[in-house]
Structures are given as structure tokens and as C-alpha cells.
């Protein structure tokens, strides 16, 4: 591989790393009039509209560029439209925002504005118990993480084909403690588990197993481009590609703020605080 770099920019310290890319931050923006909310989770689209997650009231953001709150959604309860416990959120296109309602062990569609489209799985079709994470392929097909089984869950919008991964015949593949599920342009599924990512190929392939450093304490995962990012709790960014780790500690950049949440977007990658302070890279070549 040749040995291009990457660069974190932060107040304008660079740090470079040997892979293939470069980060730069392109900005930080604040949302605003949020005072005593704990903000869990980000996404958002190339069109600049970004959803959080709101733990304390269960509801869902839509905030653009500025800071400003568009919409608030969601809200505690067990209406089609309400949330209990959202564990994840993601934009697969510029249209569809989808959310793993936890305790009402559902899968919940939004258009972009916040207006409530569907469910998933309906009619009862399977179980669904804990959804703790979701990831959508653009040619229909919905990638759950169940929380309760410690598998993933793969189906089409009408539940016609299912497939499940990730359980104990699948020896070294099979899940602990999963925490995060993405899937790439390709419909490779990765999951971040405390101590390792796991990788499968659509549907049920086993393909590959990096090893974490469960002392790091990975809290989050995203995918920009083809490149795997790992968010740690230990205030570092981990870099994946090809089986090749390299680290990132935003300590030493200056970053003081705990980021708790990221969301790849094209080339660009939206960090999150629980007070509703985003970073924005963008991924370049050199």
C-alpha cells in the first residue's frame, strides 16, 4: 500500500498519519437553544440536513447547517411516531431517515422533514426485540443489530427473505456484545463489538475479524468512502482500511470536548457531542 497520508486538522494543528486519505475540519457548528438536552447519536445527508438523537425526551433533531432546529420529533410513548429508547439513526439517501426504537423493538421511517412514514418490521412478520443499531442498503434491504440476541438481522422492506448472522455456529463470527452495525457501497456488514470488528459478506459470509483494544473502550463506528472509522472512549479516532489500524488522539489536537457519536456522509464525517456540538471533516486526496 502506498503510504499516502491522512491529516486531522484541528485550530489549525495537523496531525499526519501514514494511509491513503486526508481529514481536514471544514467546521464546527452549535445547536441551538438546547440547554439540559444529552444529545446520543448523528446523521445526516449531502443536501446538509442533520438528525440527532435526544436521550433525555426520546426525540429525534433536525437541525440545518446554522445551528437552528428545524423539527423536533419523536417524544416518549408507544405511538407509531413515538420513541422509547432510540439507539441509532441513519440517512441512507437524501429522502429516508431511519431510527432503532429500542424499547418498542421496532425500526422507525421518517421522511427528511420528520414526518413519521412506517415501521418495520409490520404485521408482525418476525420478532424484532432490542433493535440497538440499523444500517438500509439502498437496493431495499434493512441490517438490524438485535441487542437481545446478539445477532443481525437482514430483510427486505416486506420481510419475503430473512437472513441472520452472527450466531453460534458461526464460531470466531459469533457476536459479543455487539455494539454498532454499518454496511458499505457493497453491502459488506461490519460490527463493532468491545474488542473487534467483525465483517460478513451479503448475506451470511464470514470475511473478515479485526482485533480492538477493548481498553480503548469503542463507543461508535461509521464508514467515509472505504474507510472504517472507530470512535473510542478514550478520545481517539481509529482508521481502518485493509486490515491497517492506525490511531488518532484528538487530545493532543487540542479537542477538549468528549464526542460521543459519528456519521459518515459521502466524504465527510460529522462528530458529535451530548451538548450539541458538531465537527465536520472532509476526507481529500492529496
Given at each position: 500500500m502506498n503510504s499516502i497520508k491522512v491529516a486531522f486538522a484541528i485550530a489549525g494543528v495537523i496531525l499526519s498519519i501514514s494511509i491513503a486519505q486526508s481529514f481536514v475540519v471544514k467546521g464546527t457548528l452549535q445547536v441551538k437553544n438546547v440547554d439540559g438536552k444529552e444529545f446520543t447519536g448523528i446523521a445526516g445527508n449531502s443536501f446538509?440536513?442533520?438528525?440527532?438523537?435526544?436521550?433525555?425526551?426520546?426525540?429525534?433533531?433536525?437541525?440545518?447547517?446554522?445551528?437552528?432546529i428545524?423539527?423536533?420529533a419523536g417524544g416518549i410513548g408507544w405511538d407509531h411516531s413515538n420513541l422509547d429508547g432510540p439507539s441509532d439513526i441513519v440517512c441512507p439517501d437524501e429522502i429516508n431517515i431511519f431510527i432503532a426504537d429500542y424499547f418498542n423493538g421496532k425500526i422507525k421511517h421518517f421522511d427528511k422533514e420528520l414526518n413519521f412514514i412506517s415501521e418495520f418490521p409490520i404485521d408482525n412478520s418476525f420478532t424484532l426485540t432490542y433493535p440497538l443499531s440499523v444500517d438500509y442498503s439502498k437496493d431495499g434491504f434493512f441490517f438490524i443489530?438485535?441487542?437481545?440476541?446478539?445477532e443481525v438481522i437482514i430483510?427486505?422492506?416486506?420481510?419475503?427473505k430473512i437472513y441472520q448472522l452472527g450466531s453460534p455456529e458461526y464460531g470466531e463470527f459469533k457476536l459479543f456484545n455487539p455494539l454498532k452495525i454499518r454496511v458499505d457501497s457493497r453491502k459488506n456488514v461490519y460490527v463493532l463489538e468491545r474488542n473487534s470488528i467483525k465483517i460478513f459478506k451479503f448475506p451470511v459470509a464470514p470475511s473478515k475479524l479485526i482485533k480492538l483494544d477493548k481498553k480503548e473502550n469503542p463507543i461508535d463506528m461509521t464508514i467515509v468512502i472505504d474507510y472504517v472509522i472507530v470512535l473510542c472512549g478514550t478520545m481517539k479516532y481509529f482508521i481502518i482500511k485493509n486490515k491497517i489500524l492506525k490511531e488518532v488522539n484528538l487530545g493532543e489536537l487540542g479537542i477538549k470536548d468528549t464526542i460521543v457519536s459519528i456519521s459518515g456522509i459521502s466524504n465527510r464525517m460529522l462528530s458529535l457531542t451530548r451538548d450539541g456540538k458538531i465537527y465536520i471533516f472532509e476526507l481529500i486526496n492529496k
Open positions: 446538509g440536513d442533520i438528525y440527532l438523537i435526544e436521550s433525555n425526551y426520546d426525540e429525534v433533531y433536525h437541525v440545518n447547517r446554522r445551528g437552528e428545524i423539527r423536533i443489530l438485535d441487542g437481545d440476541k446478539n430483510s427486505g422492506t416486506k420481510a419475503t
